[in-house]
């Protein structure tokens, strides 16, 4: 009986393992496509518009950082 429950919780943790590892191959599919043969990998369309975003928001945090550092000693 004993056996039985931890075969069971065996199947189960693999199982979500395996869930979680798909889970993430999809989601890095919709902003990376893989390289296939000898070529390189590229962005998808998505992933192209989050690298964008990810640095205009830089630009503007560090634009704002930069403001209220001059006001603070102004």
């Known amino acids: ?3 039985a ?3 069971n919780l065996t199947t189960a943790g693999a199982s979500f393992v395996t869930f979680l590892s798909s889970l993430i ?3 890095i599919a919709i902003f990376y496509t893989a390289p296939s043969g000898s ?5 998808t369309e998505v992933g192209t518009l989050v690298v ?13 950082w930069l403001t ?5 000693r102004g």
């Open 39 to 43: 070529g390189s990998g590229s962005l």
């Open 52 to 64: 964008v975003g990810v640095a205009t928001s830089f630009v503007f945090f560090v634009i704002r």
């Open 5 to 7: 429950i931890f075969s």
């Open 68 to 72: 209220k550092l001059t006001k603070l």
């Open 25 to 27: 191959q999809n989601v």
């Open 1 to 3: 009986m004993l056996e």
